[in-house]
């Protein structure tokens, strides 16, 4: 015998609501408890969602609850950062399920993988590896509320169909909301498997819709929604951290005598470091806890710590810098050979050689690292705005001694992550003060300082491009030696090369028509913690590449538009691994080939609706570029003024994305929107330097972000159809690798000044 | 011990003299949609009304508050130009993280009350003191502009 629903009812997610996270009124609410399985192919090698650990889920009891009311509650698993995720994962399941929107209600699923599946939220990839599972689930929903109608009403269940929050028998003219089913469906004996048929695309009402339908909105703009450190809990404790200026320092003596006389200090107490390489471990340091944030903050201030000396003592940007030039000028690490370079180099009517800097920029998300955490009966709970919760719950329960499932993390939503918040450290600091104060909540509050001082930064890097020019102002040649620190150092000893998922991002993988490729790596060492930023190492190589074609097309005397098509060639879909992309985004690369139609697209949708090429006011220039990255397309046009003071206007942003199918096109846009502003503060002011060893910037006065004058005085974003049947791509990242070189294109063409160091900083003045 | 007129009611914090009036509504009071952003009043997350004039709570002393009427984002929807630029927010979709957005409201209320009608210019300087690293501000402009015609009654 079947289990009835009713078997399995339950007070919806009671469990998961306890604690501070105050619950909405959730009245006694039906799990569904399917457990059809569908029939799978395994493909030898796992990509996409299935490649992930913990893989993806469709099971409708993981995701949809309906409560006795009527309204339903749809568990989003993935992070919140700003991406609009939680809305768009639950509208796939609200339209699939036809569900009303207005009685949905989205539940954040507590870090759990085992049960969840793969909960990272990064790589841009929530939606096209969740858009399927959560089609699956909802029609699933949907066709058990379907037959349970029709069970109810004695019909054939082809004779119902669910709309709008109802079922509806037209022959007999009945109709019943999903609240007068809940009974109903609680004491129906669903049929094993079930079959689910999906919703004709064409009824849809929010997949691919224009709508601003948000789960969050409403209470981010009135103080309601919960971030990291929004957490309250009576007795909680309150913890600021003075950690090592220098990676691997470490503390070698402090003085705590006048913290301690600080009103409201509690406890000062040492954190222990992890070695370098450090991972996603804390580094160290010493903790002043107190019965409230400031009191913490004037207690460190008073502190006294000895701090030892390190390897990198002597890291300096401007050192570096050099020497990122000069090893991007001699041969290094081959990565990618087609044709022969030198044989190009030497055949040419004229060569071209550009070296480009980016320096490390920070994520300073507007919310710093926060967490809280407590230790009670034998319980460790934690809440977290993180964007791996599984991990940094591993890592937790490793560190107090008990076995997951006397653990809890439960996801906050992020103020900000931008890769930053995929590292457990600031989540590993709040439980090591937890377990020094059992039974009391702890705070971990990292302060503007703290965060720009030790951030896992961006890396920096050294682009060298040479290319060869033939007769007809042809690229026959092309060589890109690329040399930044590596991510992998931060878990790897003194690694020296880009790893293949770096290179792979806009350096080995350019698809082009020239004969003669060279794709080199020179060796560099990393002397700070380096992590992923948004879009990664695209910002890099997408600079150099986009810049040179630009500094190319002149050394041709050609339009830079007509150049750059005709550097793509003729339309083609390339496998990625001729491109020695054995990576591709963790992507399958029969659906996803390199795919230059779609880079051609969107360029052309960008600059046509841009006006490339119409007469600009005086002192105003034009400039485009545009990025594969993340499986998706993306062309940028930048129209700017640079004034007599060297003041950057950008008067206009014209983008194009095609990302494949779009699921909610008004978060693409703002997606787009967000990126463009970020790349063009990356360009203009985003610098993170060192001197002995130390981050010189330290809050927003000298690590600037884009403030509201800096951003484009109007924009506008082409969501542009693919020409042919394609999987989805991502979006979160995929916007930001083309702004920054279209901006400095558009300068150049404003003002004749080539950009090849960023930030751009004041070198228009 | 300082007195304040909180969102309407006299409240007494327990705070030293120089907490800032962030730290001491976030932790002693408890209302938590002021946000932390950088402790330099340079971003502007910790935006609140004193006497009707937008603050940066983060560099303001507790002191400085005692016997003001200070106005947070928990009672903004109260006010008429409160709630109109919070459903304008919601309307245009400003908000991606929203982090920031408590603050980004407070400053565009406080510009509203006092300019009716502004024009983009005045919308910059006005907002050129919140930071949003998502980089909303042009729906930020936008949904003030909303937020103008709807309290003008449809006209600008």
Known sequence: MRPKFSDFSLVNHGIDRRGFIKSVGASGALLFTANWTWAQEKPAKKY?????????????????????????????????????????????????????????????????????????????????HWYEPMRQCGATVRAIIEAAAAAGWNVPVREVRASKHSVIHALSRRKADFAELVGVIASFEAPDPISIRYKNPRTYRYIGKEHTHSADAASMVSGTAIYGGDIRSAGMV????????????????????????????????PIEGAAVPSGFKPIGGIAVVAENTWSAIKGREALKVEWSSSPHDSYESEAYRQRLEEASSNPGKLVRSVGDVEAAFSKAKKTHAATYYLPHIAHAPMEPPVSTAILRNNFLEIWAPTQAPQ????????????????????????????GRKSKADFISEAVEIAKAFPGRAARVQWTREDDIRHDYYHTVSGEHLEASLDRRGKVSGWLHRSVAPTISSIFNQDPKHQQEFESNMGHSNVPFAIP?????????????????????SNIPHGFAVQSFIAELAEEAGKDPLRFYLDLLGDDREINPGELKDGWNHGEDPKKYPVDTGRLRNVLNVATKEAGWGKRLPKGRGMGFAVHYSFVSYVAAVLEVEVEKDGN????????????????????????????????????????????????KQSNFHDYQVPRISLAPKSMSVHLVDPEKKVELGGVGEPGVPPIAPALCNAIYAATGKRIRRLPIGDQLA | M?????????????????????????????????????????????????DGAPIRSCVTP????????????????????????????????????????????????????????????????????????????NRIKTAINTASESLNGGAK
Not at chain 1, 516 to 528: G, L
Not at chain 2, 90 to 118: D, F, H, I
């Open chain 2, 2 to 50: 300082t007195t304040i007129h909180l969102n309407g009611q006299d409240r007494e914090v327990d705070a030293p003299d120089d907490m800032p009036l962030l730290w001491a509504i976030r932790d002693v009071l408890g209302f938590t949609g002021t946000k932390y952003g950088c402790g330099m009043g340079l971003c502007g997350a910790c935006t609140m009304h004193m």
């Open chain 1, 648 to 695: 950057l206007i950008v008067h206009k942003a014209t983008m194009a994305i095609d990302c494949g199918p779009r699921i909610n096109p008004d978060r693409i846009r703002s997606q787009m929107e967000g990126s463009c502003v970020m790349g063009i503060g990356l360009a203009t002011t985003g610098e993170v330097s060192f001197e002995n060893g130390s981050a």
């Open chain 1, 238 to 269: 309150y913890a600021v951290v003075a950690r090592p200026p220098v990676l691997g320092s470490r503390v070698e003596s402090f003085d705590d005598s006048e913290a301690l006389k600080v009103k409201g200090v509690l406890k000062v107490m």
């Open chain 1, 516 to 536: 003669n490729v060279r794709i080199e790596n020179p060796e560099i060492a990393a002397h700070a913690r380096i992590g992923w930023f948004r879009s990664v």
């Open chain 1, 391 to 418: 991990a940094a719950r591993t890592e937790a329960a490793e560190r107090v001694g008990l076995p997951l499932e006397k653990t809890r993390i439960n996801v906050t939503l992020l103020g900000g992550g931008f």
């Open chain 2, 62 to 137: 507790i002191s400085a508050a005692a016997g003001k009427k200070i106005t947070t984002i928990e009672a903004l929807g109260k006010e008429k130009v409160g709630k109109a630029v919070q459903e304008a927010w919601v309307k245009v979709g400003v908000p991606q993280c929203g982090y920031c957005q408590c603050g980004q409201v407070m400053s565009a209320t406080a510009l509203l009350t006092r300019n009716p009608s502004p024009n983009e210019e005045e919308i910059e300087t006005s907002m050129a003191g919140n930071i949003c690293r998502c980089g909303t501000y």
């Open chain 1, 48 to 128: 996409g969602g299935e490649g992930m650990p913990g893989g993806t889920k469709s099971d409708p009891k993981l995701f949809v609850a309906i409560n006795h009311d009527g309204t339903i509650d749809i568990t989003v698993t993935r992070s919140e950062m700003g991406q609009g995720i939680r809305s768009s994962l639950a509208l796939v399941v609200a339209d699939e399920m036809e569900a009303d929107w207005e009685r949905c209600r989205v539940v954040q699923a507590v870090g759990d993988e085992a049960k969840y599946g793969n909960q990272n939220t990064d790589g841009s990839r929530s939606m096209r």
